[in-house]
Nanobody, 114 residues
Framework: QVHIVESGGGLVHIGGSLRLSCTGS????????VGWDRQYPGKQRDEVAR???????NYADAVKGRFTISRDNAKNALYLQMNSLKPSDTAVYYC????????WGQGTQVTVRG
C-alpha cells in the first residue's frame, strides 16, 4: 500500500522561503519520476516541478529560478526548496509519485502574505 506524507508548509511573508518535504512508503523516489503539484481553491492541480529517476528536473515557468526540487534516495524523501515566495504561490502543495496509478499525499498548505 502506498502512503505519501508531505510536510513543511506554513505561513511566510513575501520574499521568504520554505522547504517542503515528502516521505513515502510502498513507493520509492529513486525508482520513479517524482514531483510537486499545487492546487488553488476551486482549481485543478498544476505541476510545479518534477525530477526523474535519472535526475533530470523540470519546472513550471512560474517557479523557475525560485524553486528547487531534490531528492534523497537513502531517505526515500523528496524536497522542494521555495525561495522568493510570492502571494501567487499560496496553494496546497502535493507530492506526486508518477506510477500506475499515480500517487499523491494529503497536501500541505503554503500561504504567502505581505
Amino acid at each position: 500500500q502506498v502512503h505519501i506524507v508531505e510536510s513543511g508548509g506554513g505561513l511566510v511573508h513575501i520574499g521568504g522561503s520554505l522547504r517542503l518535504s515528502c516521505t513515502g512508503s510502498g513507493t520509492e523516489v529513486a525508482a520513479n519520476t517524482v514531483g510537486w503539484d499545487r492546487q488553488y481553491p476551486g482549481k485543478q492541480r498544476d505541476e510545479v516541478a518534477r525530477i526523474t529517476s535519472t535526475g533530470i528536473t523540470n519546472y513550471a515557468d512560474a517557479v523557475k529560478g525560485r524553486f528547487t526540487i531534490s531528492r534523497d534516495n537513502a531517505k526515500n524523501a523528496l524536497y522542494l526548496q521555495m525561495n522568493s515566495l510570492k502571494p501567487s504561490d499560496t496553494a496546497v502543495y502535493y507530492c506526486r509519485h508518477f506510477r500506475s496509478p499515480d500517487a499523491w499525499g494529503q497536501g500541505t498548505q503554503v500561504t504567502v502574505r505581505g
